[in-house]
């Protein structure tokens, strides 16, 4: 069972309390000469049954008391208590600071991993980084052999084509070697047949400009029926070279008519 305290730590006393308010002492200043936190004092009183105590009640209640206060035996308590609370106070301070020496070095050994943390994580960045640079080095390098690639295979099909029509000239060239074994006396109509040699043409109405039973330059009047001048000119250019590259110059005919278009686009 707790036993209630019949005063406060400081070893303050009801019989000295009500000497010290006839001696003229406050409740305010008995409370700091004894060391009390600020309004203890008033909860003594009340509990002591010492309410609105003044001087004069003060030395009543003495004259009262059968024995006098025996002040030196109190203040001798009052310094036991004191050591007391001293000896208490200091081992709760060494306590607390061995917690916190020991929370000191927590933190600092939680600040060293983290920063042994941060600095692998700048390494692996700066490991990534270098990476992405050299990937990005590589598609670019990817890039240009793609186009390498495309190139290649565009080449690569025309000397198939090249190599698909040689083959054909050859077998063309060995059907003509046999037709002249066989007939030393063969004419020139049966070359012309095998595609060895090509008929000649009419310089001025040559086989490329006439197709499918029209002439190119009947397409051309009737393509430009209405225009004239430069527009009338570069369109009939433009059909000639179209007409025509099939059967003459390829390519290059494609990109004059290709230019002559650009000419009627303002380009």
Not at 46 to 58: R, S
Not at 140 to 167: C, F, I, M, N, P
Request: aromatic share 6%; with cysteine; hydrophobic share 35%.
């Amino acid at each position: 069972m707790r036993v209630a305290k019949e005063g406060p730590t400081c070893g303050l006393t009801k019989d000295i309390l009500i000497e010290e308010v006839a001696k003229g002492e406050t409740l305010s200043s008995i409370e700091r000469a004894w060391g009390m936190k600020y309004n203890t004092i008033h909860n003594w009183v009340k509990k002591w049954d010492l309410k609105g105590i003044n001087p004069a009640k003060a030395q009543e209640l003495l004259d009262e008391l059968k024995q006098p206060v025996m002040r030196e035996k109190n203040v001798q308590q009052n310094d036991a208590v004191k050591a007391e609370v001293y000896q208490q106070t200091s081992e709760m301070l060494k306590k607390e600071k061995k917690e916190l020496e020991k929370e000191i070095e927590f933190l600092r050994k939680a600040k060293a991993d983290m920063q042994s943390v941060s600095e692998k994580l700048l390494q692996e960045r700066d490991d990534y980084k270098r990476a992405a640079e050299d990937l990005e080095e590589k598609v670019l390098g990817y890039d240009h052999l793609s186009e390498t690639y495309r190139q290649t295979k565009e080449r690569l099909s025309e000397l198939e084509k090249e190599h698909a029509e040689l083959v054909i000239s050859t077998e063309q060239l060995n059907a003509a070697a046999e037709t002249v074994k066989r007939d030393p006396n063969s004419t020139y109509e049966t070359l012309v047949e095998l595609g060895v040699l090509q008929k000649p043409s009419d310089p001025v109405n040559p086989l490329h400009y006439g197709r499918g039973g029209i002439e190119c330059i009947d397409a051309i009047e009737a393509a430009t029926s209405g225009l004239s001048g430069p527009e009338a000119y570069s369109t009939g250019e433009a059909i000639k070279y179209l007409w025509r590259w099939k059967w003459k110059n390829g390519r290059e005919d494609l990109h004059k008519a290709a230019w002559y278009i650009n000419r009627l686009l303002g380009e």
